[in-house]
């Protein structure tokens, strides 16, 4: 097993910037990541690339998924249409500690248009490093899909 969490990771043509270079960010931190697409920043359809990365995360394949677009608001409901994953919109370093810590996100949404790199780049260390608080927090994320 990797020292480090695994990482699915997915974008559209709107997220491919930031997606490249997240990958590169991650790798050079030693995270084992998986490019779902899109390969290229040529117009595509979201729900083709961050469907298949969500599932992944749901499955178990991966610790955690990252998705990418414009606004991430499309690539966010994409991935919560999946069972088993819990994926915020993050834009601020608030957003990636709350996603994490109070509702045990194992996928995160990012737009490409509504961040600047450097921040993007710091939600994800920060969501990838936050615990999950538990206590009265996992009473609540139970309630998102009973068993």
């Known amino acids: 097993m990797s020292a480090k969490p ?3 990771i997915a974008s559209d043509h709107a997220g491919f910037r930031y997606k490249e270079a997240i990958i590169a ?3 050079k931190q030693g995270y084992v990541v ?3 697409g899109a390969f290229s920043a040529e ?5 083709v690339w961050i469907r298949p990365a969500a599932e992944a ?7 955690f998924g990252i998705v990418l677009g414009g606004s991430g608001n499309g690539e966010q409901i994409v991935a919560n249409k999946v069972r088993g994953v819990r ?8 957003t990636a ?18 961040v600047p790199l450097e921040l993007a780049l710091e939600l994800v260390d920060t969501f990838l490093t936050t ?3 538990g206590g009265r927090h996992a009473r609540r994320v139970d309630l998102i899909e009973p068993a």
């Open 6 to 8: 695994t990482i699915a």
């Open 87 to 94: 994926c915020p919109l993050v834009f601020s370093k608030d």
């Open 25 to 27: 960010h991650l790798k």
């Open 131 to 133: 615990p999950f608080e």
């Open 57 to 63: 995360v749901a499955r178990g394949e991966f610790d």
């Open 43 to 47: 117009s595509s359809d979201y729900p």
């Open 34 to 36: 998986k490019d779902f």
């Open 97 to 114: 500690i709350w996603g994490r810590s109070h509702n045990n996100g194992n996928c995160m949404a990012i737009g490409e248009r509504t």
